[in-house]
């Protein structure tokens, strides 16, 4: 499984669009890139996922350029909610359309996003 | 979304004894996994639960110390064996429902003393 490597941490500020990017050199050809929200005393939250190009959602964008050896996750105009640690993912994606990830998943250190008033 | 429901939520337990944790879903799911977080520390899996069977364990974690039963499709456990206070973490239970993403419980949040 490819590994992944994020920034520890970053800072922001509520309003601005925030961006993190994660690494996956080796990445394979049948690998999703996947990422969840975790807040504290809660289970990670499945954020957006892609192979390549660009996804969009309700939520977040994700950008894939096309050797895929990395992805930015977007987030536009950021509120204090969003306060959060974010893991970037990368695995086989499974069955389904809305991001079915069969298959054990294997988490880096992930990016502790603050958001200031 | 599958509805997820760990018990208990969080207990503190004496070194040497055994807690079992019980993970209930609403909804017929296709896998279902265990995970450990480790305080300050990101998600670890621990094995993948099957029905009906033994489970698959990852590298690192035993049978032995992580008993996991499955019996049916919306149902497992993880039982935490002759607990250390190494053992205090997040406990979590994800499942996989086909067409959806993978999904995760809020956890157990287990201290030893």
């Known amino acids: 499984l490819a590994k992944t490597t994020q920034p520890i941490s970053m800072d922001s500020y509520e309003g601005q669009e925030v961006n993190i990017t994660c690494s996956h050199n080796?990445?394979?050809?049948?690998?999703?890139i996947t990422w969840y929200q975790q807040f504290p005393s809660q289970g990670p939250r499945f954020i957006i996922q892609?192979?390549?190009t660009k996804v969009t959602n309700e939520v977040a964008s994700l950008f894939i350029p096309a050797d895929r050896k990395s992805s930015t996750l977007s987030l536009p105009r950021v509120s204090l909610s969003d306060t959060a640690v974010y893991y970037c993912?990368?695995?086989?994606?499974?069955?389904?359309?809305?991001?079915?990830?069969?298959?054990?998943?294997?988490f880096g250190r992930g990016t502790q996003l603050t958001v200031w008033p | 979304s599958a509805v997820i429901s760990q018990k208990p939520s969080r207990d503190i337990c004496q070194r040497g004894t055994s807690l079992t944790i019980q993970c209930q879903v609403d909804s017929q799911v296709t896998m279902m996994f265990w995970y450990r977080q480790q305080p300050g520390q990101s998600l670890t899996l621990i094995a993948t639960?099957?029905?009906?069977?033994?489970?698959?364990?990852e590298s690192g974690f035993v049978i032995d110390k992580f008993p996991i039963s499955r019996p049916n499709l919306t149902f497992s456990t993880l039982t935490v064996s002759n607990m250390s206070p190494e053992d205090s973490s997040i406990y979590l239970c994800s499942v996989v429902v086909l067409g959806q993403p993978q999904h995760f419980g809020d956890g157990t949040r287990l201290s030893i003393l």
């Open positions: 993912l990368v695995g086989v994606k499974g069955g389904g359309d809305r991001g079915s990830t069969l298959g054990r998943l294997y």
């Open positions: 080796n990445i394979a050809t049948n690998d999703y």
């Open positions: 892609g192979y390549k």
């Open positions: 639960a099957n029905q009906g069977s033994e489970a698959t364990y």
